[in-house]
């Protein structure tokens, strides 16, 4: 939006300029080539973005994320050839918004379409590679009862080497070679201080090596079964064991002490035979089945029909509430009898410049049942269980949003009133129709032309007014004893997210399906209400 | 020319946006290059450290001692409270995570399953500890955060209201707290979702603890507020709710300003909200929750800790902080005295001498940790939304209403 109101606001001499361009491109001395003090500031600015793109293609490049590279490679391209090109005058205006689009709308959208084919959420959280690190990172225990030893790590150029004290004698030993008796080493107390040979690596040397040493494991002795010295503060070692085992040719996790084995299932799991699954696993496509799931799942699909056909119910009388309330006040202000419309007008919107989350809370504590101001001060004190009865809940719901939402339609009825043209309503005034007469076969259809896209703009809005919902019930009443925290007052986008997040284990993939379901729902109702509207304009 | 700026600006965010999704290597990169320089300390190496705005502050002073002391830059990142757990799980495996994360020992469990946080080896150091505070961070035996402190709710009194309590069961209390002739007896918050933790002390007292415990102390996988025990207690909650003693729109701000106000001599509470208690200038005492069912009552002990991301770049300096640095009884003490929690250290928590943190030390001598398995999102769901539906009187019958609610939690926990 402010995008394009500074491409607006760019498009400096804007009747004279596209004639002007053309001329100078018949006539060889092209804009580009201008080399005027306009082309060195374009010159600078164009290498500054180039400057950016090529910084990010390097850091792209460095942690290998090739998509990214690719589309900052294009977008470089791109911006220099729009820029210096004699021809690509639309594009120079064209090409920031394009950008913005596709970052912010489409490629959101694309990842929204991936998410929903697959598993990912709580347990299935990232690649199989940081899988299976991570399986074996918590499968690899300090073996039971073995000391602390307080250890001295050493180098040898790029080597480097573990010296601990173990039974009275120093003793060093690298990745390949286990613990041996260390020779020429000086020992003060527990804690060996030197090696012969080796250089010892003080805290900041440490530092510098950090992935190397915590990465080291020494074999304890030539037997692998006793376990491998590791540290992770490069001050203190303790002979670790690891209790499942991966073997990158198979494909499999072996479990060492039982010899169960784990294979990769369909499921981004590693799972025994016997069904039981190595926590965590990964990421995996799942086809279709996080769509299946919204109908077959008998503890969404039980709940999904009520929740859809109250989000219906909303959205529907929401559009109608506030239109009716919206379209009455504006014909009544538009009438210049009515002495001080300005200040009314202005009155009238002010719910409009309300943050609406904010206001949902303020209504919320004000229609609490024991202390809120409309039980207590503007009823007396009844208790009226505005928030928590089933019934009252969602009338308070439609009432909160009549009240946040009549101020659009009041705006846009008043314009849309302002627009049509007074002699109209005074041919048929002088034709002897009634003011009821004029009101309902001239104005409203005029109106209607120009107001009802907005009303199904609206529709959609309100079919996914997730914030009025969240922060004035939270979905509540909920329903008792349904298998998933859904209430009363839910609508399918709050349920999407109930069911998420909400319900303690997050399902991201399952949560993007049910929204592209959404979507669907209202592209198509959508569509229908402007193909209907068109009919309107045809009248 | 100016038509070039939007797009610098176009081309700049999208460097930043993007670097923001895919650039694993930003953090942490300090200590390869580091060359050491004549009179400052020299830089070992840079942690990235994310801490929620309840606890930056106190940990600002310790991180700076920590870079005194041995020449590691601790970058403290503030998150939000409600996002903090999220976007840890979700920003580890991009690369772009903390190399340290402080949080609460029942965020283990969702840690661990999704291969996030990396196991910590206390070594003898963890002797020094309280026992349940180890236990709160050992998830499936391996432990995977180093406490530093521990918290629990208990009963809090205005002893300018009532001075002296006899009450031994609830209901004495109750009639006690009536006596006083405040607006309440007693608040216990409640909200439109319930509140099982602030119940849990009542509950318990009804034997109906949310897992059972084996020998050791630690859960089993078997639910145990269920049977009569459980049911018992969803009665006694319908009259508590009956007789208004318990209410589902007394919320944990209108709680709080009721007992500021003088409006209840008793609140079941933690240590949150008792030191703005004190800073009002009430004069409280702490109480452990007199019993309900007959047997004591036993709140949640909560832990704060420090975690180390699976996918660190700078385990070794993590190690150092989080292992040696805050194990440390001078730091342990630090952290008590500026976030006021009872310090995990043992010896640290000798020397307290607030009676306010004493009192709710003796009152969460016997509690468990609260359980940390990634269901308990949904145990908490289930929970405070039929607690809340029987205290409003929503669900008609409390006895089938909670066993419906053991059922759905007992489906949660076999599903995974």
Known sequence: MSQQQTLDAQGEAPPGQPPQRRRSLGGGTSHARDFGKGFFVKLVLVALIDAVAVFGILEAVAVQQWAIVAFLAVLLVAVNGVYFSRRALPGKYLLPGLVFLFVYVVFTAIYTGYVAFTNYGDGHNSTKADAVEAILIQNERRVEGSPAYPLTVVAQGDELAFAVVQDGQAQLGTAEEPLAPAEGATVEGDRVTGVAGWQTLDFAALAQRQEEVVDLRVPASDDPTDGSLRTQDGTTAYVYQSTIVYDEAADTMTDTETGTVYTPDSHGSFRAEDGTALTPGWRVNVGLENFTKAFTDPRISGPFFSILAWTFVFAILSVVTTFALGLALAIVFNDPRVKGRRFYRSMLILPYAFPGFLAALVWKGMLNVDYGWVNEVLLGGASVPWLTSPVLAKVSILLVNLWLGFPYMFLVCTGALQSIPGDVIESARVDGASRWRVQRSIVFPLLMVSVAPLLVASFAFNFNNFSLIYMLTGGGPNFEGTPIIVGHTDILISMVYSVAFESGVKQYGFASALSILIFVIVGVVSYLGFRQTRRLENF | ?416
Not at chain 2, 27 to 51: I, K
Not at chain 2, 318 to 341: C, D, I, M, P
């Open chain 2, 1 to 416: 020319m100016r038509r070039s700026i939007p797009v610098l600006a176009a081309v700049a965010g999208l460097a930043l946006t993007l670097s923001a999704c895919g650039d694993g290597g930003a953090t942490g990169t300090g200590t390869g290059t580091t060359a050491p320089t004549s009179a400052a300390p020299t830089l070992t190496g840079t942690l990235t450290m994310w801490v929620d705005e309840t606890r930056i502050d106190s940990m600002k002073p310790i991180v700076e001692a920590f870079k005194e002391k041995t020449g590691v830059e601790v970058d403290l990142v503030q998150k939000i409270s409600g996002d903090i757990r999220t976007d840890f799980v979700s920003q580890v495996p991009t690369g772009e995570g903390p190399d340290v994360i402080i949080g609460a020992h029942d965020w283990t469990g969702e840690f661990v399953n999704n291969g996030v946080v990396a196991p910590i080896e206390l070594g003898d150091k963890a002797s020094g500890f309280a026992t349940s505070a180890v236990q709160a961070f050992t998830y499936d035996g391996q432990l995977y955060g180093v406490p530093y402190a521990i918290e629990n709710i208990a009963l809090v009194r205005n002893n300018d209201i009532v001075s002296d309590t006899k009450a031994t069961t609830f209901d004495e209390l109750v009639d006690e707290g009536k006596a006083a002739g405040t607006k309440y007896p007693v608040v216990i918050q409640q909200g439109d979702q319930g509140d099982a933790y602030h119940l849990y002390p009542l509950q318990t007292s009804f034997d109906a603890p949310i897992f059972k415990q084996d020998a050791s102390g630690s859960y089993t996988n078997e639910l145990g507020l269920g049977g009569e025990n459980g049911e018992k207690f969803a009665q006694y909650l319908a009259k508590l709710g009956k007789d208004k003693v318990l209410s589902g729109s007394i919320d944990g701000d209108k709680a709080k300003n009721a007992f500021l106000k003088g409006e209840t001599p008793y609140i079941v509470t933690g240590p949150w909200y008792t030191t703005e208690f004190t800073k009002a200038g009430l004069d409280i005492s702490v109480l452990p929750v007199p019993s309900a069912g007959g047997s004591e009552a036993k709140p949640f002990v909560g832990v704060q800790g420090a975690f180390i991301s699976a996918q660190s770049k700078n385990k070794l300096l993590a190690n150092e902080f989080v292992v040696n640095y805050l194990t440390t009884e001078e730091v342990q003490t630090e952290l008590y005295k500026s976030g006021g929690r009872l310090p995990a250290l043992t010896a640290a928590a000798d020397k307290v001498d607030d009676e306010v943190l004493k009192g709710f030390l003796a009152a969460g001598a016997t509690g468990a940790p609260m359980p940390s398995i990634p269901e308990m999102g949904a145990m908490w769901a289930f929970w405070g939304t039929t607690q809340v539906q029987i205290i409003n009187g929503q669900a008609k019958d409390p006895v089938a209403a909670w066993d419906k609610m053991v059922d759905n939690m007992q489906k949660a926990v076999d599903e995974s």
